[in-house]
C-alpha cells in the first residue's frame, strides 16, 4: 500500500528571545540551577539517557584521548550525564552565552575530565574546527532559537565524521506553554526534533522518551550520526532526506520556496 507522507516542520519562530534577554535570565538563574535541576530529578534522568543501550553504544569508541563538546553547556549537568556512563575521563570542551553558568560549570567538571576548556560564546557560531569532536552533546538549548537547522549544522560542523551528536530538548505541550512564561522556549514533538537533526546531515537519527520523573512528561532525547561520507544535497531516495529537503523548502526565506511539490507517495510512512 503506497503512504502519502505528511512531512513535520516548526512555524517559523519570529519572536524568538535576544541573545541579550537570554544571558541576563541566564545569568540570573545560575548560583540555584544546580537546585533546580536536582530538585527535578533532571541529573538522574541524564545519567539513565547516556546508560541507555542505543546511546552507550554510539560513544563505545570514546578513549582517554577524546574530545567532547558541550554546546549550552550551563552548569555541566549534561556533560555529568556523559562522564558518569563511561569508564574513562575525557577531555571536555563547553560554550555558554551565560559566564556565571561557566563559572559553576568549571567547579563541578574540573575533576571529572582529563582536560577542560570551557568558553563563552554562541552556538551558531562555535571557535573549533571542523571535525574536531567525538561526540556533541547539547541540552535545552534548540527551545530558544528561531532557526535550529542552522544550529544544529553548526554542531554537525565541529563533529568528526562517523561521531553522534546527543541532544535533550523540551516536549511540546501544555506544561512547556506553561514553563516558556519565564524560560522564553518552544517545545518540540519527537518528530519535529528528528526532521531537525535529519535537515542538519544527521544519519541513524532516533528519538527517546525518557523513562522516569520530569523528563518523562517534560522531556525529549535524540541521537545522530555525522555521516562518513558527504550525501549530495539532492539524494532523495529516503523519507528521511526527502523530509529534510522539505523542511527546508517550508522556510519562509528559503531561496526555492516557490517550487511547489506535490504527490510525493512513499512506501514507509515518515513519523
Not at 37 to 56: E, I, N, P, S, T
Not at 141 to 163: N, Q
Not at 175 to 196: D, K, N, P, T, V
Request: aromatic fraction near 8%; glycine fraction near 6%.
Amino acid at each position: 500500500m503506497r503512504l502519502t507522507t505528511t512531512i513535520p516542520s516548526l512555524v517559523p519562530w519570529r519572536t524568538a528571545p535576544s541573545t541579550d534577554a537570554l544571558r541576563s535570565l541566564y545569568d540570573a538563574a545560575a548560583a540555584d540551577w544546580d537546585n533546580y535541576l536536582a530538585r527535578l530529578g533532571q541529573l538522574h534522568d541524564y545519567q539513565r539517557l547516556f546508560k541507555r543501550r542505543a546511546v552507550r553504544n554510539c560513544l563505545s569508541h570514546l578513549d582517554p584521548t577524546s574530545q567532547i563538546l558541550d554546546c549550552g553547556v550551563g552548569t555541566g549537568a549534561f556533560s555529568l550525564g556523559l562522564l558518569d556512563s563511561i569508564a574513562h575521563p575525557v577531555q571536555v570542551s563547553g560554550v555558554d552565552i551565560s559566564t556565571p553558568m561557566l563559572t559553576h560549570a568549571r567547579q563541578n567538571l574540573k575533576h571529572r575530565c582529563s582536560t577542560l576548556d570551557l568558553r563563552w560564546g554562541d552556538i551558531r557560531r562555535l571557535p573549533f574546527a571542523d571535525d574536531a569532536f567525538d561526540a556533541v552533546i547539547f541540552a535545552h538549548v534548540l527551545e530558544h532559537l528561531a532557526d535550529p537547522v542552522a544550529a544544529l549544522r553548526e554542531l554537525v560542523r565541529v563533529l568528526k565524521p562517523g561521531a553522534p551528536l546527543i541532544g535533550s530538548v523540551t516536549r511540546k505541550g501544555l506544561g512547556q506553554m506553561l514553563m516558556s512564561l519565564r524560560w522564553h522556549h518552544r517545545g518540540y514533538a519527537s518528530h519535529q526534533l528528528e526532521a531537525c537533526l535529519q535537515a542538519a546531515g544527521l544519519e541513524a537519527v532516533r528519538s527517546f522518551d525518557y523513562g522516569t520523573g520530569w523528563s518523562k512528561w517534560m522531556c525529549i532525547a535524540a541521537i545522530g550520526v555525522k555521516p562518513r561520507r558527504a550525501i549530495a544535497q539532492t539524494h532523495l531516495d529516503t523519507p528521511q532526506h526527502l523530509g529534510g529537503l522539505l523542511y527546508w523548502m517550508r522556510l519562509p526565506n528559503h531561496p526555492h520556496r516557490s517550487i511547489r511539490l506535490t504527490n510525493f507517495h512513499l512506501n514507509a510512512h515518515f513519523r
